[in-house]
């Protein structure tokens, strides 16, 4: 799978709460390139410095770009291109390779896309199949505000402060999405309610301490026999301020739990230790550590 490394830029955040407790119009410009084998990157990069001077040449730039990233030497061409994506452009979706499905690098005028990832399941244990794409969303002033005032200095490792910025991102009251693309067209609502009931129901188990049968039972109920989900549609799990998870399926909610312990369940299958897709929570560790350095 592509990894995400998005240059980040933020607006200027409008100071959510953070607690941990559990309550002239532009010319038309057209470019005609070729690019000989073994071309020079070093001429095609002075290009975009000397465009760069002009704020109106926007398109120009954005096409020299994609160049850059996709021609360069050391480049393989073998795999998926996509480079890297600039949040500046709030239009610019990104594809998650092995599915094709595409998602919007911006959710809810204020979460940014942070990593996507797939979940396979195996049948009868000879074949996995795409079951959904996801990606996974974090709302930017919430980031800043929450896990700035947590990432005080270096840690021992690279490795360790990325891992301590993602507990912090599943721990805090961060406004987040993991958004469910299905994949599998033969899937029923009943099969994505049996997985929710095995996988949350581990997670309640490992970060409540007990079986909480009554708070899975509320959660799985929502996804009701007569909810149709063909190829394409998009189940959105969202937490809230105030630890509330809302979940939505092809834009209609279905319902809303206020629970920490919920929310940390849901978000630790997409981003935890063992999460369906390791690659998309490498990207999300990255892009976190990324964020705050800028």
Same mark, same amino acid.
């Given at each position: 799978?592509?990894?995400?490394?998005?240059?980040? %830029?933020?607006?200027?955040?409008?100071?959510?709460?953070?607690?941990?407790?559990?309550?002239?119009?532009? #010319? +038309?410009?057209?470019?005609?390139?070729? @690019?000989?084998?073994?071309?020079?990157?070093?001429?095609?990069?002075?290009?975009?410095?000397?465009?760069?001077?002009?704020?109106?040449?926007?398109?120009?730039?954005?096409?020299?770009?994609?160049? %850059?990233?996709?021609?360069?030497?050391?480049?393989?061409?073998? +795999?998926?291109?996509?480079?890297?994506?600039?949040?500046?452009?709030?239009?610019?979706?990104?594809?998650?390779?092995?599915?094709?499905?595409?998602?919007?690098?911006?959710?809810?005028?204020?979460?940014?896309?942070?990593?996507?990832?797939?979940?396979?399941?195996?049948?009868?244990? %000879?074949?996995?199949?795409?079951?959904?794409?996801?990606? @996974?969303?974090?709302?930017?002033?919430? @980031?800043?505000?929450?896990?700035?005032?947590?990432?005080?200095?270096?840690?021992?490792?690279?490795?360790?402060?990325?891992?301590?910025? #993602?507990?912090?991102?599943?721990?805090?009251?961060?406004?987040?999405?993991?958004?469910?693309?299905?994949?599998?067209?033969? %899937?029923?609502?009943?099969? @994505?309610?049996?997985?929710?009931?095995?996988?949350?129901?581990?997670?309640?188990?490992?970060?409540?301490?007990?079986?909480?049968?009554?708070?899975?039972?509320?959660?799985? +109920?929502?996804?009701?026999?007569?909810?149709?989900?063909? #190829?394409?549609?998009?189940?959105?799990?969202?937490?809230?301020?105030?630890?509330?998870?809302?979940?939505?399926?092809?834009?209609?909610?279905?319902?809303?739990?206020?629970?920490?312990?919920?929310? #940390?369940?849901?978000?630790?299958?997409?981003?935890?230790?063992?999460?369906?897709?390791?690659?998309?929570?490498?990207?999300?560790?990255?892009?976190?550590?990324?964020?705050?350095?800028?």
């Amino acid at each position: 799978m592509a990894s995400l490394r998005f240059p980040f %830029l933020f607006s200027e955040p409008q100071k959510p709460p953070c607690s941990t407790t559990p309550n002239g119009s532009s #010319r +038309s410009l057209s470019i005609a390139a070729a @690019v000989a084998a073994g071309g020079s990157v070093v001429a095609a990069a002075g290009a975009i410095i000397a465009i760069t001077q002009s704020p109106k040449n926007l398109f120009l730039e954005n096409a020299m770009n994609f160049l %850059l990233s996709n021609f360069s030497p050391s480049k393989n061409h073998s +795999s998926p291109m996509w480079g890297s994506v600039s949040l500046a452009d709030n239009s610019a979706p990104v594809t998650e390779s092995r599915t094709g499905m595409s998602f919007p690098s911006i959710l809810k005028e204020s979460q940014r896309l942070l990593g996507i990832g797939l979940r396979k399941k195996a049948i009868f244990g %000879l074949k996995n199949i795409d079951v959904y794409a996801f990606g @996974v969303y974090a709302d930017d002033g919430d @980031v800043k505000k929450c896990l700035a005032q947590k990432h005080v200095g270096p840690s021992d490792s690279e490795l360790k402060q990325k891992e301590e910025l #993602r507990d912090h991102l599943m721990e805090n009251d961060i406004r987040m999405t993991v958004r469910l693309q299905i994949v599998y067209g033969r %899937l029923s609502i009943g099969s @994505v309610r049996s997985a929710f009931e095995e996988s949350v129901g581990s997670r309640l188990l490992k970060f409540g301490g007990y079986d909480n049968k009554e708070l899975l039972h509320r959660f799985t +109920s929502q996804f009701k026999d007569d909810i149709k989900i063909p #190829r394409g549609s998009i189940i959105e799990l969202s937490r809230d301020h105030g630890y509330i998870l809302h979940t939505t399926i092809d834009g209609k909610e279905v319902g809303s739990i206020q629970s920490k312990l919920l929310c #940390r369940s849901i978000l630790d299958l997409y981003i935890g230790d063992e999460s369906f897709d390791q690659k998309a929570k490498e990207d999300v560790e990255s892009n976190l550590a990324s964020l705050l350095h800028k």
